[in-house]
């Protein structure tokens, strides 16, 4: 079965920073693309920076220049380096991955989930 843990999150105030991480575990083959998504109150999830295994990272535009996402792919684990919080920024904070995964059923394509982390901006 594979997991996707995140952690880091927290309450910090604007201009601040944090550190997110992602842990991959399981039997996993091998993991094309990782993904940090969130999620503020009364929205929809969105996309916040995407990395390949080839370390090619995507942001949207609201964090470009703040954010930097990166990961290590011999720990199966990707990372969301956050400076100049601002309060909008204060979201439930998801990890989603591209993998693919030995199961029962042999070798299978998954994208799954982790449980999220909170994410406070706020003096």
């Known amino acids: 079965q594979v997991q996707l843990v995140e952690s880091g999150g927290g309450l910090v105030q604007p201009g601040g920073s944090l550190r997110l991480s992602c842990a991959a575990s399981?039997?996993?083959?091998?993991?094309?693309?990782m993904g940090w998504y969130r999620q503020a109150p009364g929205k929809e999830r969105e996309l916040v920076a995407t990395?390949?295994?080839?370390?090619?990272?995507k942001y949207t535009d609201s964090v470009k220049g703040r954010f930097t996402i990166s990961r290590d792919n011999a720990k199966n684990t990707a990372y969301l380096q956050m400076n100049s919080l601002k309060s909008e920024d204060t979201a439930v904070y998801y990890c989603?991955?591209?993998?693919?995964?030995?199961?029962?059923?042999?070798?299978?394509?998954?994208?799954?989930w982790g449980q999220g982390t909170l994410v406070t901006v706020s003096s």
């Open positions: 399981g039997s996993i083959l091998g993991i094309n693309v």
């Open positions: 990395i390949t295994s080839y370390a090619s990272p």
């Open positions: 989603n991955a591209h993998l693919v995964a030995r199961t029962s059923l042999g070798s299978r394509y998954l994208e799954p």
